[in-house]
């Protein structure tokens, strides 16, 4: 492995300023240096990939691919310096030659490949596999527009386009010459040629280019190199030539624009006709040019697809990219006349699917007929799929229908992309040991009842490398002070090593003295960002995710009117300050979202400036959250809230970032807090709220929120409170009403443990000692969250192919 010196990148990057930028060092502007950085780092990456190419296929070696809807990659200069080794030479450089590496490294935008913990996963997941190894490829959509930027007008959500291709696609490398042409709509016609075979001729249809626009990936201390293919959508032909001579030049380009919005942005709203169909081609999109390139890759090595599930394992990460099934029988019947029989044998061997929730509304059902309308030909391959396996369920359930319409594929005019998953794949895994029983004994019960082989556990895992040791350089280092140097970033386990410390006053004090640090820092970016100015002599309360009724931001914020309302009655009650962020994004058509959005805005607004509060609570809500500000905020964080309805959440992902930041957990029994627990303990979490178990048996029973609101005098000054509004005279009465007509996530009945689980942290915080301690336990417990664990439990179980 070339080590390189500062003197090396100095080299490197005048060299690409001249080259590709016709400019010396003093007339670089701070884009162009970041740039001519970013193309030095991706050469020395691209390189490693060819050679990992090379002897890929030279040992003709089973690979890996991974194919999600988002890849949460976040900035990639810094990144990658630092499994490259080169982050010391590279911000020695950049400052021999006249520029700041941390302005340098801010310069970045986050790229826009995803929007929560789908996509942050899968970006872990690639940095681990390449890390260990693994011969893998990501697959996503090059979304020109990302998902959006957040901006918060009068305490509203609005989206903006996230134009991060600017910069960001200088790490894009684009191959022409391996574009994928994909057919929507048009006619299917069966053809009886003159030798009694039969073929299928589709005509009519719309061709849209799929160009790939390969990101390098980089793993830590490994010459392995691997690629996340992104693909752009085109159009054949960009201008009609015919319209445009006439003078009518929209018309002339309507064809370019049909094709390009395909991949202008990730999940556009869904809530009318239009929306779903968009989702849909960008659905098939990715999935057919991803398996057309592997097929048309591995038959000029190979020569056949006879053996294609040997070489292959194509990882389905949620159901988004389920039509990549079809597709694959789609080529094998098609275009290379295998039969029925022989395609089936194939594709059921080269799939595996990762389940991501349990809600009913995300197990992707689509219209019918808006299948057969955009793609006519798979739409046979899955109503055909469908039947064969509706026969099978008949005859398994001895006729019973409605344990047969459970788990058909096409049932009631839409068609089930979860029950395909289930059907067609090798493996159908959980991302926590709660979740899979849920899918085993609930979701998919009767089908795990028939193919119990089929079913397994993966809990989830981060990169510890880019959340501790990249985010937090001194709790890095005091970690390899403790536990043996740099062991414990290829070995995460080896953090167990920090617990014999737990009793230790200097180690308390000095991670102590970290985490102030850490607020600090966090403290003078928000400022500087934003005008925010935070009380770091407060307990940072956190959270931070995808805004939805489920992970109930809505309850923390019932907490904080709770807090207000006792402050007023009794100046001296918190004795802890608190300081409450909140950092979230509401899907565009997900209108009680953006309400919770517009009710954290005000209440924020108004305990800000409420003279009662001050020096005494805070609340923030930090517009556009994103994975560079995660990056800044989790090690400042003292309080994670994990919170979601128990038997809601199917793992989670932040609550494992903050625990290997020395974070403490808030939370409920509820994904990946169960196996957090197990780790830690009732002494080192503060747990509340309902079990799994217990929130289906008060449903069951017929759960009535009024209640809770009738007995609870407390309680129900938080309601009327919501009811009323707040300093900028906007009334939640629609939330108010919602929680006490039906409440589905359960947050009144949860209340009251929520609430004396905050006074218990509020309380512990008191106690430097214990906290620390308790601080310090979460951190050295928290190397089985590691992504390099979840990674090789796929490549032993599901993947079966070799790693170190």
């Known amino acids: 492995m070339r080590k390189y ?74 990144k990658n310096a630092y499994n490259l080794g080169l982050e010391k030479p590279l911000t020695e450089a950049v400052e021999a030659l006249g520029f700041s590496a941390a302005d340098l490294f801010e310069e970045e935008p986050d790229a826009g490949f995803g929007n929560g913990g789908l996509g942050r996963l899968a970006a872990c997941y690639l940095d681990a596999a390449t890390t260990l190894d693994i011969p893998i490829t990501g697959y996503s959509i090059c979304y020109e527009l990302g998902f959006f930027k957040q901006k918060i007008i009068d305490g509203k959500q609005e989206e903006l386009p996230d134009n991060w291709m600017d910069l960001g696609g200088t790490w894009l490398i684009t191959h022409m010459d391996k574009a994928e042409e994909v057919h929507f709509g048009g006619k299917v016609e069966d053809v009886w040629n003159s030798d009694g075979s039969h073929s299928i001729q589709h005509t009519g249809y719309t061709s849209v280019l799929a160009v790939p626009r390969d990101m390098q990936i980089a793993g830590y201390d490994t010459e392995q190199g691997n690629v996340l293919r992104l693909w752009e959508a085109h159009s054949p032909d960009p201008v009609d030539l015919t319209f445009f001579n006439r003078g009518e030049y929209l018309k002339a380009l309507e064809r370019q624009a049909n094709a390009e919005i395909i991949s202008k942005q990730l999940y556009p709203a869904d809530n009318h006709r239009e929306g779903k169909s968009l989702r849909l081609k960008q659905q098939y999109f990715f999935s057919s040019a991803t398996v057309q390139s592997i097929c048309r890759k591995h038959k000029n090595e190979h020569g056949t697809l006879r053996n294609f599930h040997e070489k292959h394992i194509l990882q389905i990460n949620d159901t988004h990219p389920t039509l990549a ?85 096409v049932w009631g005019g839409e068609v089930r992309m979860a029950n395909l998953c289930v059907c067609a794949c090798t493996a159908v895994n959980g991302v926590s040991a709660l979740h899979s029983d849920i899918l085993k004994n609930d979701v998919f019960h009767d089908a795990y009842r028939l193919f119990p082989q089929k079913f397994q556990n993966v809990t989830n895992g981060v990169d510890h490398r880019r959340w501790l040791s990249e985010v937090n350089p001194e709790l890095d280092s005091l970690i390899r002070d403790c536990c043996g140097g740099d062991k414990y970033r290829l070995h995460p386990e080896a953090l167990e090593g920090l617990e014999k410390y737990a009793d230790d006053a200097a180690v308390l004090e000095k991670l102590q003295t970290i985490k102030k640090h850490n607020k600090e820092r966090f403290a003078a970016w928000i400022q500087r960002e934003s005008g925010i100015k935070v009380n770091t002599d407060a307990l940072f309360d956190v959270q931070v995710k995808r805004l939805h009724e489920y992970k109930r931001q809505l309850l923390n914020a019932m907490h904080i009117i709770y807090l207000r309302q006792k402050l007023h009655e009794d100046p001296n009650f918190l004795p802890t300050p608190k300081t409450y962020l909140f950092g979230a994004k509401a899907a565009p058509g997900y209108a009680v979202a953006k309400d919770i959005i517009h009710l954290l805005n005000s209440l924020a607004d108004t305990v800000n400036n409420d003279p009662v509060c001050k020096d005494k609570l805070q609340v923030f809500f930090l517009e556009n959250y994103r994975v560079s500000m995660a990056e800044i905020l989790i090690p400042a964080s003292e309080i994670s809230e994990q919170i979601s309805t128990a038997g809601k959440e199917a793992s989670g992902t932040s609550n494992m970032k903050f625990m290997m930041n020395g974070a403490l957990t808030i939370g409920t029994l509820d994904g990946a807090n169960v196996e957090m627990h197990q780790k830690l303990g009732d002494e080192n979490i503060f747990l509340f709220g309902l079990k799994a178990d217990e929130v289906e048996e008060m449903r069951r029973q017929g759960y009535s929120s009024y209640g809770y609101y009738t007995q609870n005098p407390a309680l129900r000054a938080v309601i009327d409170q919501l009811s009323a509004g707040f300093d900028d005279h906007v009334s939640y009465d629609d939330l108010a009403r919602s929680l006490l007509s039906s409440d589905p996530y359960f947050l009144l009945a949860d209340f009251d443990s929520y609430r004396a689980a905050q006074a218990l942290a509020g309380q512990t915080y008191l106690d430097p000692k214990t906290w620390n301690r308790m601080s310090l336990i979460n951190i050295a417990r928290s190397g089985i969250f590691a992504a390099d664990r979840s990674i090789a439990e796929y490549a032993d179980n599901i993947w079966k192919v070799k790693h170190k």
């Open 325 to 409: 099934i079809p597709e694959l029988m789609r080529i094998l019947l098609d275009e290379e006349g295998y039969s029925w029989d022989d395609a089936w044998f194939i594709v059921s061997r080269s799939f595996a699917y990762t389940n991501h929730t349990v809600l009913a509304e995300a197990l992707e059902r689509w219209p019918q007929d808006l299948v057969e309308e955009l793609l006519p030909r798979v739409w046979q391959i899955i109503l055909e799929i469908s039947g064969r396996y509706q026969n099978q369920l008949m005859e398994a359930f001895h006729g019973n229908m409605s344990q047969v319409e459970k788990l058909a594929i």
């Open 5 to 78: 010196t500062k003197k090396d990148m100095m080299e490197l990057i005048t060299g690409k300023l001249h080259r590709n930028f016709g400019r010396d060092v003093d007339e670089a502007t701070s884009a162009q240096m970041f740039q001519a950085c970013a193309l030095v780092i991706r050469d020395i990456i691209a390189e490693r990939h060819l050679k990992t190419a090379d002897k890929i296929q030279e040992n003709h070696s089973r690979r890996v691919h991974y194919l999600s809807m988002e890849f949460l990659m976040g900035r990639s200069l810094r």
